[in-house]
């Protein structure tokens, strides 16, 4: 038995609370992990895991020895990056998940730079505006605008996205442009959706003008759940939008959008990167969430803790 890979199967095992998906996350076999996790219960002489046929769970002697095992492969992983020239060029791969506006106008433009300065990173982005199961689907973090609803997660605040209401001078024409944000709620005019895949449910506007609140759902006869499409529906005319500024910019230079209520102000949502409790934050994963706050400093400062 590799002690090593035994620890890192039963880290995995309690992290993901499955043999199958340890097994996938770690490109073994399931009964390759059920083996190790067995022999390092035999060489400690203590079950570390109660197993169902539905799910499994950490023993109270598990989860001490997790506790454990999680500073021993954190120590490893430093003591690998530490020789030779590992801890200034951080190498490996990385796997991030970020939402589609992001990664298409501020992200990927600017990978050149973090590849001239990272080039042993390999980074597989997943692009998507969707709930990712972190652990399960081993990611190693991802990057999300609004407030963090799972609060196990570590997250760093990187930036503050601030936003503003917009359409088409298309649905302007048709529609006509509403002066007061309660407008949006008239039967002839409609915003474009925009939900999250999980709930279904749309995102509200948020809106205050001096003492004056007000929260406005709208009506819509189009919703996504993909800020690419969401953006591109909103160009077509197809309703009202609320976008974050680096979204809008270039198409209110080109006059492809106009902002609507200019008085009134909308709450800065704010971005952070997030990742996995009890896992190493590893060279490459520190350098890149350094990267993604020293972007977000050029296009959404953060503004507030």
Not at 63 to 88: G, M, P, Q
Not at 113 to 135: E, T
């Amino acid at each position: 038995m590799d002690r090593f890979d035994a620890m890192q199967a039963f880290a995995r095992v309690v992290e993901t609370g499955s043999f199958t998906k340890a097994a996938e996350t770690l490109h073994m076999s399931k009964t390759s992990v059920t083996q190790l996790v067995q022999q390092l219960e035999a060489r400690l002489r203590v079950r570390l895991l109660n197993r169902t046929t539905r799910k499994v769970n950490v023993t109270a002697d598990g989860a001490a020895y997790y506790e454990r095992v999680i500073r021993v492969l954190a120590d490893v992983d430093d003591a690998e990056t530490s020789l030779s020239d590992a801890s200034t060029s951080p190498r490996g791969r990385l796997r991030v998940d970020v939402p589609s506006p992001l990664a298409t106008m501020i992200l990927v433009p600017a990978l050149p730079a973090f590849h001239a300065r990272y080039p042993d990173i390999q980074l597989d982005m997943g692009v998507s505006d969707r709930m990712v199961d972190i652990i399960g689907e081993n990611v190693d973090c991802v990057v999300r605008g609004g407030e963090l609803t799972d609060l196990s997660l570590m997250a760093r605040h990187v930036g503050d996205l601030q936003l503003g209401v917009h359409a088409a001078p298309s649905y302007l024409a048709r529609a006509g442009t509403p002066m007061h944000p309660r407008e949006l709620e008239d039967t002839h005019h409609r915003i474009v959706g925009l939900h999250w895949a999980r709930t279904g449910k749309t995102m509200p506007y948020a809106m205050h003008l001096g003492s004056e609140s007000i929260t406005v759902q709208g009506r819509y006869v189009l919703s996504v759940d993909d800020g690419n499409a969401y953006l591109a529906a909103g160009l077509a005319g197809m309703g009202v939008l609320g976008l974050p500024d680096y979204m809008a910019k270039a198409h209110l230079a080109r006059g492809e959008l106009v902002q609507l209520f200019e008085n009134w102000r909308m709450d800065p949502m704010p971005l952070y990167v997030a990742f996995p409790p009890n896992r190493h934050v590893s060279a490459k994963l520190r350098v890149f969430i350094d990267w993604v706050l020293e972007l977000m400093a050029q296009h959404a400062p953060v503004v507030g803790p």
